[in-house]
């Protein structure tokens, strides 16, 4: 379906069809269908724009890039099984209001606080100063889009120096100065960028993933959650 947001939509569009069946009405026509996307984006990737997106990128994660290592209570596979399992965390309403608060100060959004947290717990691990995380982001950020069902969702690479005598505040900002720029680059495929780095794959390691880097609902989906 093509990630949370289709999800949503889906879940919106399943509601409104039964709407529709107990009062008929026209249906707004959407501009622009997910053939018409796959045509535009083919063709935006041999746009001069995109080498200035992949300029970022093979800036950002050029050098030695890292692997944590990660301390575990036994030894690591030689190729990932992928049978693993997730654990869900309630935060409480008290703490979510003071994360969202801390945001609010330094004008960041609250997955930039959760990912600077995260990215301190990484740190604090794996003793690396420089820290990766994997994260999907919704990459629909054209107003035809909003209302689309279909795949979209690209991964983006945050790199991050974290030092031991950094105060959380620095991390936040070292965090959001990252996510930014990031949002300004999201279009090139990450697959593209690892074939353009010639990245190496390592099959015992994945990048993390903490969480959307903050997909904003379609508006008619009128969620709201303080899961995290």
């Keep these: 379906m093509g990630g949370r947001w289709a999800s949503s939509l889906a879940s919106w569009s399943s509601c409104t069809a039964r709407s529709w069946r107990a009062s008929p009405r026209p249906c707004r026509k959407l501009e622009l269908q997910y053939a018409d996307y796959s045509e535009w984006h083919r063709e935006w990737l041999l746009e001069p724009a995109l080498q200035k997106q992949a300029d970022y990128w093979r800036e950002r994660l050029s050098g030695t890039l890292p692997v944590m290592q990660l301390p575990t ?28 608060a801390r945001a609010q100060e330094e ?26 995380v994997g994260t999907p982001i919704a990459n629909r950020n054209r107003a035809e889009l909003e209302g689309m069902i279909g795949f979209f969702v690209n991964t983006l690479a945050l790199r991050v120096g974290v030092h031991g005598d950094d105060s959380l505040r620095e991390v936040l900002r070292a965090v959001r100065s990252t996510t930014l720029a990031a949002y300004d680059n999201q279009d090139v495929p990450f697959d593209r960028i690892v074939e353009q780095l010639k990245l190496p794959r390592e099959a015992r390691h994945v990048a993390g993933v903490p969480g959307d880097a903050d997909p904003p609902e379609p508006a008619h989906a009128g969620a709201s959650s303080s899961r995290a």
Excluded: N, W
């Excluded at 004008?107 to 990766?132: C, N, P, Q």
């Design 73 to 100: 209570d036994r030894p690591r596979r030689a190729q990932q099984t992928y049978r693993g399992a997730t654990t869900a965390c309630l935060l409480p309403a008290s703490l979510m209001r003071e994360l969202k």
């Design 107 to 132: 004008g960041a959004t609250l997955f930039m606080v959760l990912l600077a947290a995260f990215d301190v717990l990484v740190h604090r691990y794996s003793g690396s100063e420089d820290v990766i």
